[in-house]
């Protein structure tokens, strides 16, 4: 009967490990003092492509022998919250982290046997450094797009005033030639700011 057991096991992890090796996600498995035990083909890849950055924390790093290695002493994960990843209370751990010049993430969810006891964890990381420069473009085109609307507005004003200044202008008759220079300057310069942002809405929106 165990031998049985043992089998139906045997054939169980295969086909897990079948699985996380056919999924394009980069998997990893951690003891629960945090000693990588498994990398997916997807994960032994990943290293691969970014050894340059993972050497740039941890020199002569070979992606090859990962596999044994401490997550502590690889400096992925900042020395405050290393703690945390062995306590299954306080996971998953999601966080955005630089390596070198690439920046990943990496999410750490915990493990447990049929019995509830915690057994380790498994993680995941990828590429991240496009996406944050991405939302970083975006914030700031809509930052942007924000500070163009407080300047429409403020060319609007100006026209408003610009053409009050010229009825006091007339209405002043020689009294008011003042009035008169400020009012063209100020269409002018209202001109001016429209023709600029005009350009620049043409330029952002390619």
């Not at 300047?151 to 007339?170: G, K, P, R, Y």
Request: charged share 25%; net charge negative.
């Amino acid at each position: 009967m165990d031998e049985m057991n043992y089998k139906l096991r045997d054939e169980e992890s295969a086909r897990i490990s079948c699985t996380l090796n056919n999924t394009a996600t980069a998997i990893f498995i951690m003891t629960p003092e945090l000693e990588i035990a498994y990398l997916n083909t997807a994960s032994a890849n990943f290293l691969k492509e970014y050894t340059k950055a993972f050497s740039s924390i941890y020199p002569g790093m070979n992606p090859e022998h990962v596999v044994g290695m401490n997550l502590e002493e690889m400096g992925i994960i900042p020395d405050d919250k290393i703690a945390r990843l062995k306590d299954p209370e306080k996971l998953p751990y999601a966080k955005f982290v630089d390596v070198g010049d690439e920046k990943f993430h990496v999410t750490i969810n915990p493990l447990f046997d049929d019995g509830g006891k915690f057994i380790g964890s498994a993680g995941e990381w990828w590429w991240a450094t496009e996406y944050l420069n991405s939302q970083e473009d975006t914030q700031k085109v809509t930052e942007m797009n924000g500070a163009i609307e407080v300047i429409d507005n403020i060319t609007f004003q100006s026209d408003i005033l610009s053409m009050n200044a010229a009825v006091e202008a007339a209405n002043a008759g020689k009294h008011g030639q003042a009035f008169g220079i400020i009012a063209k300057e100020m269409r002018e310069l209202a001109q001016n700011t429209r023709t600029v942002m005009k350009e620049l809405k043409s330029s952002m929106s390619g």
